[in-house]
T-cell receptor, first 111, second 114 residues
């Protein structure tokens, strides 16, 4: 699976959009981009995933660049409960191979 | 959708004692199953994964072992715990061939070896 690079930490004001970047310059054509988040002492929670097109669900939006070498997770109206570590992962869908979780981005939403 | 049951939630064990953590999956058949460990402030480290009953792949050499006696049951064990085995253990599953099914994680077991 391709390696990803994320900033170690970010702050965001409550109610504002949180934009979390991820670089995955070695991504292969059949690898999806997945985003998870982990609130302290809980299991990671799936947020969203995508292959080429931008995606949106009730939690977030995922913007993938045309060359697929980077992506941005957008939380449109961040709340204090969105404070968590956010992981960007790329992998072949359905593969049994391990997910490689890096250190992620610690997002802190400030009141 | 998948649901993972993992227990216990917390565990304090003395050095040298045995360990058995259990994970069961609901809502899918033939899942791929994974055990991850997370040290404090660190990312997730894959320990074992399994694509079927009795099939275990080990990613990191250690004094832990895993078994899959049933399709939706995954067990992490140790004969003698070390202090370095302390951490947050997570069971996860994926559905083979289903791109819309990313990883589903259990709620984790926090193990403290004393």
């Amino acid at each position: 699976d391709a390696k990803t690079t994320q900033p170690p930490s970010m702050d965001c004001a409550e109610g504002r959009a949180a934009n979390l970047p991820c670089n995955h310059s070695t991504i292969s054509g059949n690898e999806y981009v997945y985003w998870y988040r982990q609130i302290h002492s809980q299991g990671p929670q799936y947020i969203i995933h995508g292959l080429k097109n931008n995606e949106t669900n009730e939690m977030a939006s995922l913007i993938i660049t045309e060359d697929r070498k980077s992506s941005t997770l957008i939380l449109p109206h961040a709340t204090l409960r969105d404070t968590a570590v956010y992981y960007c992962i790329v992998r072949v869908a359905g593969s049994a191979r391990q997910l490689t979780f890096g250190s992620g981005t610690q997002l802190t939403v400030l009141p | 959708s998948q649901t993972i049951h993992q227990w216990p939630a917390t565990l304090v064990q003395p050095v040298g004692s045995p360990l058995s953590l259990e994970c069961t999956v609901e809502g899918t058949s033939n899942p791929n199953l994974y055990w991850y460990r997370q040290a404090a402030g660190r990312g997730l480290q894959l320990l074992f994964y399994s694509v079927g009953i009795g099939q275990i792949s080990s990613e990191v050499p250690q004094n832990l072992s895993a078994s899959r006696p049933q399709d939706r049951q995954f067990i992490l064990s140790s004969k003698k715990l070390l202090l370095s085995d302390s951490g947050f253990y997570l069971c996860a599953s994926t559905v083979p061939g289903r791109p819309n099914y990313g990883y589903t994680f259990g709620s984790g077991t926090r193990l403290t070896v004393v």
